[in-house]
């Protein structure tokens, strides 16, 4: 059968936050955006996880359009607090430090990927593949031709000057370009849930370091947190297998009386953890954006943070070739994207596997090395001030949303 030929200027392949994202960023230009995704759109919003929010992301959101939406249901923490099992030395950031109304805020998937998606509606320049599966992907000297098979719209060529993979970790973008990555599995897993508790005082975000793990606690609305709760790979599956009371009792030992007695709402989840750097961010007429680029350790929630300014600064740089008028996917347009962005993911992931490795540890002189750190830094402006721009996002280069 004859396969119809489409045209575009980028085309995304990956609709989730980070792939939506970098369309929201290209809406108000003339360039024809395709989004590709494999799932069907209700499929896609449905994963049940919130994130830590950094405040660039707030603000890159707010630049959208989409941050009023977002916050209306959102918990925003004014305070975050870092600390060694029972050790005394909390770390403490308050909203004071920044000089701004909170610290950040937690974002819950379905909430924050509808609120983009609506954010795209009206605009004829967007148009959605979904449920769609790609195929192949031809990378030409002037266009690449992505090849697609979808239930509702049969089997399709389309073509563009720039293919962008945001497709995850596990990204067929990157696997068939070739590139390969840097970087190793953990030997832990996550187990997240969602929990309502006890005590009313919502705004605090608290990173509580275990020797077999750092266990996030992320306050949402209504005295509801999402726990996200680092075990090696076998005590990660066991305290998911617990009986709901077993788990809970074992829980609040671990979050301690800042948040009394909690209750369970809906299932415990287990993800395993990796680090990975693609060797390479880009080719000629590829990008890689968010997860499908790199991944890190949940520890400080800071993934998909990197992935929404991946988005915002691979939007700034195109559409600054746009007005230069530069070729969108010439390697000498994405390499500024990739010089850009690289080496700042990569001190985050070294951050991220550095708190991890430092604190899920139990000999002596670590565990005493890392408290006196605790205790410097508790009493040390600069270095606090320091740790708490890295993590809100306000060091590095500031992408801007251009139109
Ligand atoms: C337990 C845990 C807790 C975390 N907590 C935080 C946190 O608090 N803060 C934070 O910033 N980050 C956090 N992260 C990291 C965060 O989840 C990821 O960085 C983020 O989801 C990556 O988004 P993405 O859009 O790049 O990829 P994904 O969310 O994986 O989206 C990829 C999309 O591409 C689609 N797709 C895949 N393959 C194809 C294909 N071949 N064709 C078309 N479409 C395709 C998928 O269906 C999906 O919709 C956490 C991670 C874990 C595991």
């Known amino acids: 059968m004859e396969k119809s030929h489409l045209g575009f200027d980028v ?47 707030q603000r890159l959101f707010q630049e959208l359009g989409v941050w009023e939406a977002i916050a209306s249901r959102s918990g925003k923490y004014r305070n975050i607090q870092l600390s060694d099992e029972n050790f005394s030395g909390v770390v403490k950031f308050s909203r004071q430090d920044l000089k701004t109304d909170f610290l950040g805020f937690s974002g819950q998937h379905q909430v924050v990927l509808e609120s983009l998606q609506a954010s795209l509606r009206g605009y004829d320049n967007i148009r959605w593949f979904c449920p769609a599966q790609v195929t192949a992907i031809h990378y030409q000297s002037d266009q690449a031709i992505v090849e697609l098979s979808s239930e509702t719209q049969g089997n399709l060529n389309i073509q563009g000057a720039l293919v962008v993979g945001a497709d995850g970790p596990r990204s067929l973008v990157r696997q068939g370009a070739g590139i390969k990555t840097r970087g190793w599995k953990y030997w832990q897993s996550c187990v997240t849930c969602v929990v309502e508790h006890e005590a009313p005082r919502n ?25 996200v709760w680092t075990n090696p790979h076998a005590e990660a599956q066991r305290l998911k297998e617990l009986p709901p009371d077993v788990f809970l009792e074992h829980l609040e030992q671990h979050t301690g009386p800042q948040l009394g007695r909690l209750k369970l709402l809906g299932d415990r989840q287990v993800f395993p953890v990796q680090l990975m750097q693609g060797d390479r961010y880009v080719d000629q007429r590829l990008a890689l954006v968010g997860d499908a680029a790199h ?39 994405l390499k500024r994207y990739e010089r850009w962005r690289k080496r700042e993911n990569l001190v985050i992931l070294g951050f991220t596997d550095f708190l991890n490795r430092l604190f899920s540890n139990r000999i ?40």
């Open 11 to 57: 085309i995304i392949v990956g609709g989730g936050i980070v792939g939506v994202t970098l369309a929201a960023c290209l809406k108000q230009t003339d360039l024809r955006i395709a989004i590709v995704e494999a799932q069907p759109l209700d499929v896609v919003t449905q994963r049940q996880r919130a994130y830590a929010m950094s405040l660039l992301s």
């Open 203 to 227: 705004d605090v975000a608290f990173e509580r370091f275990w020797g077999t793990g750092p266990m996030g606690v992320l306050p949402l609305t209504e005295n509801r947190c999402q726990i």
């Open 295 to 333: 991944c890190c350790h949940p520890v400080g929630g800071q993934g998909l943070n990197l992935g929404i300014r991946d988005a915002a600064a691979l939007a700034q740089t195109l559409i600054e070739a746009q007005q230069r008028g530069q070729d969108l996917g010439s390697l000498a347009v």
């Open 364 to 403: 002596w002189p670590v565990v005493w090395v890392r408290r006196m750190g605790l205790v410097i830094m508790a009493k040390f402006s600069p270095l606090r001030l320091f740790a708490l721009k890295l993590m809100t996002g306000q060091k590095g280069r500031q992408p801007r949303i251009l139109a």
